[in-house]
Nanobody, 119 residues
Framework: QVQLAESGGGLVQPGGSLRLSCAAS????????MGWYRQAPEKERELVAL???????TYADSVKGRFTISRDNAKNTVYLQMNSLKPGDTAVYYC?????????????WGPGTQVTVSS
């Protein structure tokens, strides 16, 4: 089964930047979409950004203009560049891979990495 491992989280001051990385344990398929979700304390998990196999991107309204998602297929890795961070961005960030197996959708998740934005 596919395993995902996030890295790059940490503590940063408001207005600062972080770059998250997520590496898959095996080669990603051409049809795979990858993305980032986050979950803050006492809040529901939400989509932050998604990138398709064709490099089409989708962002949550709250992060548009500040976050950028990208992928390196050769490295089986997806990135999330986070700029102008706000305290509201504090959450556990989860890497996600979406794949269809015999037509059935499957989601794979990383264990998460903590991002804390605080003075």
């Amino acid at each position: 089964q596919v395993q995902l491992a996030e890295s790059g989280g940490g503590l940063v001051q408001p207005g600062g930047s972080l770059r998250l990385s997520c590496a898959a344990s095996e080669k990603t398929f051409s049809g795979d979409a990858m993305g980032w979700y986050r979950q803050a304390p006492e809040k529901e998990r939400e989509l932050v950004a998604l990138i398709t196999s064709g490099d089409s991107t989708t962002y949550a309204d709250s992060v548009k203009g500040r976050f950028t998602i990208s992928r390196d297929n050769a490295k089986n890795t997806v990135y999330l560049q986070m700029n102008s961070l706000k305290p509201g961005d504090t959450a556990v960030y989860y890497c996600n891979l979406k794949r269809r197996i015999f037509g059935k959708p499957r989601d794979y998740w990383g264990p998460g990495t903590q991002v804390t934005v605080s003075s």
